[in-house]
């Protein structure tokens, strides 16, 4: 396809070619709506010199550093969370976001804090991914003291002291996943749930949603001890065939963290596709290829993009005006995904 053209972007801009080559070359002030106007366009329809009109169009803006602590960087998951975070920040029309991005690999309490200081140290705002340790509550309680507000991403921590929580709503989402294997079984007998640590707030709050719904609406299942996975595959690949040999009557799982591709793998070599009912979290290229094979019967997702363009504007508005007067949550709703649908 050809590149568009200067003509081809004020056609979609409803500007003349004077006003992009204003625009383009600051010659002449143009007013802020239409200057927006032709950066929205540009974006659109993949002009090449859309980063010049960025520039052009939000010199006048007020920059922010925001920081961002994500975990495992070689999750498919977080690589698509970190793209939508740099995708969010160029969307800003009312400010020039500086985002930075990091990731811990090892979700101990030493190596998020020492993180999180570093961070600190360039950010005037941080949003991070993080089990609830008392040491993360008392370094997000010391920056808060010094004016740096912190967000809680996907599962919650440090809920006195932190800004706002942004994610889905864990307890709801437990709760879908019991629906979905109670409703799906042909009969009735035994089901489990994986956690990566009960640290993480979310998966605490998914696996409650996911035992109350069976004893409030399903009491004729029987829900087995949880299964701590720590996030990973080898263990869940592993803990999900002892599960498998140990309880040959098992009707279907709930993997509510990370290790997914584990519980996948160990399906798939047993030969066990279609005959078990599996909820899984994250549309990932493993767990896509999962659904279409009858590996999982259900995904439940995070809208990355809403809710990155949601956190974005938060911790804006909390830099403009300072924190809030309570903590807060902002509640986004999960996606779901089937065969039928991906």
């Not at 740096?148 to 002291?161: E, G, H, N």
């Not at 956690?195 to 087995?224: C, K, M, Q, T, W």
């Not at 996975?229 to 803990?239: K, P, R």
Request: hydrophobic share 45%; glycine share 8%; aromatic share 8%.
């Amino acid at each position: 396809m050809r590149r568009p053209t200067i003509s081809d972007l004020a056609k979609a801009s409803g500007v003349s070619v004077a006003t992009i080559d204003r625009v383009l070359n600051g010659r002449h002030r143009v007013r802020e709506e239409t200057a927006k106007r032709v950066y929205e366009a540009a974006q659109s329809i993949g002009y090449h010199a859309v980063g010049l009109l960025r520039q052009r169009v939000f010199e006048d803006l007020p920059q922010y550093r925001l920081g961002f602590l994500l975990q495992k960087p070689s999750q498919p998951f977080y690589q698509s969370f970190a793209k939508e975070i740099g995708a969010a920040a160029q969307t800003v029309a009312t400010a020039r976001v500086h985002a930075h991005i990091d990731f811990v690999a090892a979700s101990t309490p030493t190596a998020i804090v020492e993180k999180l200081k570093a961070m600190a140290a360039r950010s005037q705002a941080i949003a991070l991914v993080a089990p609830d340790y008392p040491a993360v509550t008392t370094a997000v309680e010391e920056l808060k003291e010094k004016g740096i507000p912190v967000f809680s991403l996907l599962s919650d921590f440090a809920t006195s002291v932190r800004e706002t929580y942004v994610g889905v709503d864990n307890r709801k989402v437990g709760r879908t996943a019991a629906w979905t294997i109670a409703r799906s079984a042909h009969r009735k007998g035994k089901v489990a749930c994986f956690v990566g640590s009960h640290r993480f707030h979310g998966h605490e709050l998914r696996e409650i949603g996911f035992r109350s719904y069976f004893r409030e609406n399903a009491p004729d299942f029987e829900v087995l001890d949880t299964l701590i996975n720590l996030d990973t595959a080898e263990i869940t690949h592993e803990a999900t065939l002892n599960l498998l040999q140990k309880h040959p009557d098992l009707i279907g799982f709930y993997v509510c963290g990370g290790g997914m591709e584990g519980a996948i793998s160990a399906i798939r070599e047993e030969g066990l596709a279609g005959k078990l009912i599996v909820v899984v979290n994250e549309l990932t290229p493993e767990s896509k290829a999962a659904l279409a094979d009858d590996v999982v019967t259900m995904v439940i997702g995070t809208p990355l993009c809403s809710l990155c363009k949601e956190l974005l504007g938060l911790m804006i508005g909390a830099i403009e005006r300072g924190e809030a007067a309570m903590p807060g949550q902002s509640f986004l709703p999960f996606d779901i995904f089937v065969s039928e649908n991906i």
